[in-house]
């Protein structure tokens, strides 16, 4: 009921292309999912996060899909860079939770 | 523009010996939180703390203690190091807003070898 599915592990995106990263969840009652974004050797830092009362949130090139029905919600790179290459973590929370559950993580690389 | 700042940034340690790693936030946040990461394993929550004087265990806390004597500092201690806490560690810190829900600002990580 806790967890948080990620997937892909890993991706290899060509530059300019479309990088989707996939995440599910069980639990109905939470609602508020962040991305975190994770460069090497540096701690997370959040790059966008969507409530369930919206299905899509967009802010430059990342976009946040969210499919309440589902209990699943994507993270879409568009025109990818390789300075997007990166680790990629879901999270999700209950109101009120002083805690967030991650996923597992992805690490992407986007080939010049 | 500190933010949250972990010390020390690499240590090696020997199996059995005990230490303590640093965190300090100056963003006046209430709640703070330990995780480690593994590869491939993701973030997991090893302790967090509410606020001054209240600490709580998360899924991975065994092998570890932590206190929280003020709102600024919240220091992890391993005692009797074991391989298996070869990792990365992170400290983190949150303000929640009811609006935009828990964002947390993570330090930039202590790598931990134990040998």
């Known amino acids: 009921q806790q967890q948080v599915k990620q997937s892909p592990q890993s991706l290899i995106v060509q530059k300019g292309g479309i990088s989707i990263i996939n995440c599910a969840y069980e639990?109905?009652?939470?609602?508020?999912f962040p991305w975190y974004q994770q460069f090497p050797g540096k701690g997370p830092a959040l790059l966008i996060a969507?409530?369930?009362?919206?299905s899509e949130k967009k802010e430059g090139r990342f976009t946040i899909s969210f499919n309440k029905s589902a209990k699943q919600f994507s993270l879409h790179i568009m025109d990818s860079q390789p300075g997007d290459s990166a680790t990629y973590f879901c999270a999700a929370s209950k109101p009120g939770a002083q805690k967030l559950v991650f996923g597992q993580g992805t690490r992407l690389t986007i080939n010049p | 523009n500190a933010g949250v700042t972990q010390t020390p940034k690499f240590r090696i340690l020997k199996i059995g010996q005990s230490m303590t790693l640093q965190c300090a936030q100056d963003?006046?946040?209430?709640?703070m939180y330990w995780y480690r990461q593994d590869p491939g394993m993701g973030l997991k929550l090893i302790y967090y703390?509410?606020?001054?004087?209240?600490?709580d265990k998360g899924e991975v806390p065994n092998g570890y203690n932590v206190s929280r004597s003020t709102t600024e500092d919240f220091p992890l201690r391993l005692e009797l190091a074991a391989p298996s806490q070869t990792s990365v560690y992170f400290c983190?810190?949150?303000?929640?807003?009811?609006?935009?829900?828990?964002?947390?600002?993570f330090g930039e990580g202590s790598w931990l070898t134990v040998v």
């Open positions: 639990n109905t009652a939470f609602d508020y």
């Open positions: 703390s509410v606020g001054a004087g209240i600490t």
């Open positions: 969507i409530r369930p009362d919206v």
């Open positions: 983190a810190s949150s303000s929640q807003d009811r609006y935009s829900g828990n964002t947390i600002y």
């Open positions: 963003m006046n946040h209430n709640y």
